[in-house]
């Protein structure tokens, strides 16, 4: 059993930075591929970032590339985000999420624990 729990989140300005942070318990946390989700209001939960259980892979949505960097701890049972030159339309609840094989990365359904958000809101 995993759980997530994701902190970080906030109010930002155009072109700022915040750094969400995903802290996991459970001892298998280290075996997981953990991603982030972003859900904007009104619309869909998308896929933002995926990192691998060692961190040798990582994989970006293409609106993240370049701005987004994903990175993990294990020691510390702690995934991050840090996001840069954020944008208005950045703005949504960010989610991490664990599945036990990074293929199929995209596929919400495959991802078997989530966290429970965090509240992104980047001003114009």
């Known amino acids: 059993q995993v759980q997530l729990v994701e902190s970080g989140g906030g109010l930002v300005q155009a072109g700022g930075s915040l750094r969400l942070s995903c802290a996991a318990s459970g001892r298998t946390f280290s075996s997981y591929a953990v991603g982030w989700f972003r859900q904007a209001p009104g619309k869909e939960r998308e896929f933002a970032a995926v990192i691998s259980w060692s961190g040798g892979a990582t994989y970006y949505a293409d609106s993240a590339k370049g701005r987004f960097t994903i990175s993990r701890d294990n020691a510390k049972k702690t995934v991050y985000l840090q996001m840069n030159s954020l944008k208005p339309e950045d703005t949504a609840v960010y989610y991490c999420?664990?599945?036990?094989?990074?293929?199929?990365?995209?596929?919400?359904?495959?991802?078997?624990?989530w966290g429970q958000g965090t509240q992104v809101t980047v001003s114009s």
């Open positions: 999420a664990a599945k036990a094989a990074i293929r199929d990365y995209v596929i919400e359904s495959l991802y078997d624990y």
